[in-house]
């Protein structure tokens, strides 16, 4: 299974932009990029998905590189309640599981 | 509103004990799965069903059940818990299986076994 690697950690400053990187070397032309993130004692929440080309929705952007071999999520202006860990993860297989790392631990200075 | 929805959230139990976690969705989803968070692991797939009585294992599926008799619902049942079973487990639906599908997740059971 193809896998990605992620930061351990980052730090922001409030309403400043925010770019979490994430290298899949091994992606497959038929997996997609998901991000989800998990707040302090939630479940994960979806954020943004893409196959090749760069994507935008509320919550955030995502920048996939040509090769597809690492994208960036974009948080536009990071707000406090953006604290949490992102996991950048590929939806893949025959079952369409997500592969999921241990993600990017993000702290958000007021 | 749409939502994934687990019960118990916080169980603590003896080894041996049979118990149920239940998990539902409202969103008519067909793909639903079992995952289990634990520190430094990330999150691993337990079992996954793709519709009605359509399930199969996942990456660590060694004692645990699932059923799937309904479309929105897809219990797991631990028969005889033991202490290396305490984790956070949580349920996943997505609308189907395509690799573009959103998979929205609960709010999770945290599982203790002593």
């Known amino acids: 299974d193809a896998k990605t690697t992620q930061p351990n950690s980052m730090e922001s400053n409030e309403e400043e932009p925010v770019h979490l990187p994430c290298n899949h070397s091994?992606?497959?032309?038929?997996?997609?990029i998901h991000w989800y993130r998990q707040l302090p004692s939630q479940g994960p929440e979806y954020v943004i998905h893409?196959?090749?080309?760069?994507v935008n929705n509320r919550m955030a952007s995502l920048a996939i590189a040509e090769d597809r071999k690492s994208s960036t999520l974009i948080l536009h202006r990071a707000t406090l309640r953006d604290a949490a860990v992102y996991y950048c993860?590929?939806?893949?297989?025959?079952?369409?599981?997500?592969?999921w790392g241990l993600g990017t631990s993000l702290a958000v200075n007021p | 509103e749409a939502q994934v929805t687990q019960n118990p959230r916080y169980l603590i139990t003896v080894t041996g004990k049979k118990l149920t976690v239940t998990c539902s969705q409202n969103?008519?989803?067909?793909?639903m799965s079992w995952y289990r968070q634990d520190p430094g692991l990330g999150l691993r797939q337990i079992y996954y069903?793709?519709?009605?009585?359509?399930?199969d294992k996942g990456d660590v599926p060694e004692g645990y059940k699932v059923s799937r008799k309904e479309k929105r619902n897809f219990p797991l049942i631990l028969e005889s818990p033991s202490p290396n079973q305490t984790s956070l487990y949580f349920c996943?639906?997505?609308?189907?299986?395509?690799?573009?599908?959103?998979?929205?997740f609960g709010p999770g059971t945290r599982l203790t076994v002593t």
């Open positions: 893409g196959l090749t080309s760069n």
């Open positions: 091994t992606i497959s032309g038929t997996d997609y």
């Open positions: 996943a639906s997505s609308l189907d299986n395509r690799a573009s599908g959103e998979q929205y």
């Open positions: 969103m008519n989803h067909e793909y």
């Open positions: 069903s793709m519709n009605v009585e359509a399930t």
């Open positions: 993860i590929l939806r893949t297989g025959n079952n369409r599981k997500l592969i």
